[in-house]
């Protein structure tokens, strides 16, 4: 137990540590100035000479967000028509896979395009080859690089003096696939290969099992795809069961490798923000405010998994039995914990064990994570999250101290404040109405079919489905039958308000800040690196989730936990 609690704390330290200088060299990355990755500017030129893209035109934030919102849409259309088309080509498919149903091309469009990921199919026994690289893995460099390329966009509005450009998306978004993700993946892919993870393109192969029976076993090449998903906060599995399958995650040091890549970039941008605008004290108590979250949700969680299930215990298992049901045992439950946590906290949704097989307070955490889905967030856009709190939180403490609330020497207006309050409304909306709605249909038509376990537990698959996509995450109670025409399409409508409004509604507030004069610091002026104002940001966050979300936690894992 001791030495899996070690492995735990590794994982956080050892990311942090990475994590400080990777956020410098990201700043650079975005300035523009020099770095080791510099050979790769004659590849850039050209793909943006190919394009007919002006890198160094400055755009104010309107431009830039059509720009985002155009490229995104050519990505779908492509990754649609794709996958539609799968069976019709000869290209990387030995196993014969047909073509994919409308709905379920949609939802995996939308979902891959959204950097959600969330699957309603099992990539070994559904998806080619061709599909897994050139759709999937393509997706998951490009979806990451937007969320990167918009928070850069954010971090240069708050240093704008009276000026409305904030750079150019298409210049960070290229960079940060070539400069950022590329080299990243490229080395978190080979430390897998060699350790086991699976990367070939032999097709199904034929294999003997120690009963001497003989089953068709499915590769491919998974280790790039792996180190992508995990790095972008993807989480898109090669195979069904992700990173709980062996050949994805073959042991306990390739677990932290990929544990460590989903919280690496997220943490990274946190102390990016702070070198970007040089208020490297704002950053720290931004990274404590989301640790003290973490580590509280972790430790929360891995308690419950090593007590385990008082339901068990009461078939004659000694109390104490750690709860090892859905979870592999060359992990444990503590290391299951520990990545349950992360990939919910991050947006990343990738998973090494079942999270349906949790216990009831270790599910109500995932969700609580997905419900507050700030704290380190998807790459980028987990930062822009929590830049919402921190305006409705430097509103609050700007009323309480009876002062026009400012921050970064930029005055919150009513404006700033709205959309704000939008974006924020925005969440629990989408997840309840989805809830709501999914419910409802289950009461009227207890025959529907794809809900397999009935109360509490029922209604928390129904939940987590609703709350995943709507925190572009990706991963699931797998109790829920979600291969449906119903849930491929409200998910997928889900995870496209998900994704871009809560990006629109930011950089239309940095947009405004952008211009605005800035006030002078004086004796009243907020002090946002205050401990002070930290007690006031996690009182925000919490009464936030609490208040729109806590009903929804009452009727599902509260409620399963003390009826056990």
């Known amino acids: ?148 390329a918009s928070c850069a966009l954010l971090f240069k509005g708050l240093i704008n003096k009276q000026s409305s450009n904030l750079g150019n998306f298409y210049f960070l978004f290229l960079r940060s696939c070539t400069r950022i993700l590329l080299p990243l993946a490229i080395i978190l892919s080979l430390a897998l290969t060699f350790n086991g993870t699976v990367s070939n393109f032999d097709g199904l192969q034929k294999v003997t099992t120690l009963e001497g029976d003989t089953q068709m076993v499915a590769g491919g090449p998974a280790a790039p795809m792996v180190s992508i998903k995990q790095l972008g906060t993807n989480g898109g599995g090669f195979f069904g069961p992700n ?87 060359r992990f444990g439950p503590a290391a299951s914990s520990m990545w349950g946590v992360s990939t919910t906290s991050t947006s990343n949704g990738s998973v090494n064990s079942m999270h349906d097989s949790h216990t009831a307070i270790s599910g109500g955490i995932f969700l609580l994570d997905m419900f507050i889905n700030a704290i380190y967030g998807g790459v980028g856009v987990g930062f822009i999250n929590f830049f919402v709190f921190v305006i409705i939180a430097v509103f609050i403490a700007g009323q309480m101290i009876g002062r026009t609330p400012d921050f970064l020497g930029k005055k919150i207006e009513a404006k700033e404040i709205k959309i704000a309050a939008l974006v924020a409304i925005l969440h629990p909306l989408l997840i309840l109405a989805g809830t709501g709605l999914t419910s409802y249909l289950v009461v009227h038509n207890p025959d529907i079919g794809w809900l397999n376990n009935p109360s509490f537990h029922g209604f928390s698959e129904m939940l987590y489905e609703n709350t995943s996509a709507a925190a572009n995450n990706g991963s699931g109670f797998e109790g829920l039958g979600d291969n449906t025409p119903l849930w491929n399409i409200l998910t997928g409508i889900i995870m496209l308000l998900g994704r871009f409004l809560p990006i629109i509604g930011p950089l239309a507030i940095v947009g ?18 205050s401990p002070a104002f930290g007690a006031v940001l996690i009182s925000v966050i919490l009464i936030i989730a609490a208040l729109a979300f806590f009903p929804a936690l009452a009727l599902g894992p509260l409620a399963e936990y003390f009826t056990l």
Not at 280 to 297: E, H, P, Q, R, Y
Not at 512 to 520: C, D, E, G, H, T
Request: proline residues 5%; hydrophobic residues 50%.
């Open 512 to 529: 405004a800040l952008a211009i605005k004069k800035p006030v002078p610091v004086t004796a009243g002026s907020l002090k946002a690196e």
């Open 243 to 329: 990173s709980a399958h062996p050949f994805e995650n073959p042991n306990y040091f390739t677990n932290i490798l990929e544990n460590m890549a989903i919280l690496l970039i997220p943490m990274a941008l946190v102390f990016a923000f702070g070198f970007y605008i040089q208020r490297k004290k704002i950053a720290g108590l931004f990274f404590a405010v989301m640790s003290l979250l973490f580590i509280s949700f972790v430790s929360v969680s891995v308690y419950q998994e090593m007590l385990g299930n008082p339901t068990i215990h009461q078939m004659g298992i000694a109390e104490g039995q750690t709860n090892m049901e859905g979870k592999e045992v």
């Open 1 to 148: 137990m001791n030495t899996e609690i070690l492995g735990v704390v590794l994982i956080f330290l050892l990311t942090a540590a990475i994590a400080w200088p990777l956020g410098k060299y990201m700043v650079k990355v975005f300035k523009g100035e020099k770095v080791w990755t510099d050979f790769l500017g004659p590849f850039e030129k050209f793909i943006f000479k190919l394009s007919g893209v002006d890198p160094n035109r400055e755009m104010d934030w309107k431009q830039n967000l059509k720009a985002l919102l155009g490229i995104n849409l050519l990505f779908f259309t492509v990754a649609i028509i794709l996958l539609l088309v799968q069976g019709s080509h000869p290209f990387w498919n030995p196993n014969g896979f047909a073509n994919w149903d409308p709905t379920l091309a949609f939802n995996t469009a939308v979902s891959f395009t959204t950097n959600t990921n969330l699957q309603h199919y099992s990539g070994e026994s559904g998806a080619s080859y061709f599909t897994q690289l050139i759709v999937f893995c393509w997706l998951q460099f490009v979806s990451a690089a937007t969320g990167i």
